[in-house]
């Protein structure tokens, strides 16, 4: 085996630090902050970053109020088409659903009936009509926000152009 640790001396003591004044001795900020400036101690790092937008010209401004006022008109237009089809997909399939869980509880209920058992277990066919017109209204609301961003982007691209 090797020598490496053959020559340690136990118990290992760290190297001597500065000795902190006792608490008694209260310090001064003064004496504990260099005498130098701070300030120019260093030079100043910093970047000026100008975001002043450039002024546009009246065709430039005319266009792009154009731009926003159809822009804002196809959102609102999209998203009144997806509520639309949200709540008109959503009846039918909730009505699908309730129709077809109250005879499916009516059969069982016939069946039961026959057997001689008192109760069985009912579809919860409200619940779920419920929750299935939801999610076809949710997701027409979704596909009306991707159908209104594209429409702006393409509305973007016609009259503003590619900004750089």
Request: glycine share 8%; charged share 20%; aromatic share 6%.
């Amino acid at each position: 085996m090797s020598d490496i640790f053959s020559n340690m001396q136990f118990p290992i003591t760290a190297p001597p630090t500065v000795a902190a004044p006792a608490a008694s001795e209260p310090i001064a900020v003064k004496d504990a902050i260099p005498a130098s400036n701070v300030q120019t101690a260093q030079p100043a790092d910093c970047v000026e970053l100008s975001n002043k937008p450039k002024k546009q010209g009246p065709i430039k401004t005319l266009k792009n109020g154009i731009a926003n006022i159809k822009k804002t008109f196809t959102t609102a237009g999209e998203y009144v088409k997806g509520t639309f089809k949200g709540i008109k997909n959503g009846a039918v399939i909730g009505s699908v659903i309730y129709t077809g869980g109250s005879i499916l509880n009516h059969v069982k209920a016939k069946n039961a009936a026959k057997a001689g058992v008192e109760s069985f277990k009912k579809m919860p066919n409200k619940a779920l009509a419920v929750i299935a017109a939801g999610l076809a209204l949710a997701g027409s609301l979704w596909n009306a926000s991707l159908n209104a961003t594209e429409k702006k982007s393409d509305i973007d691209h016609r009259w503003t152009g590619h900004k750089q």
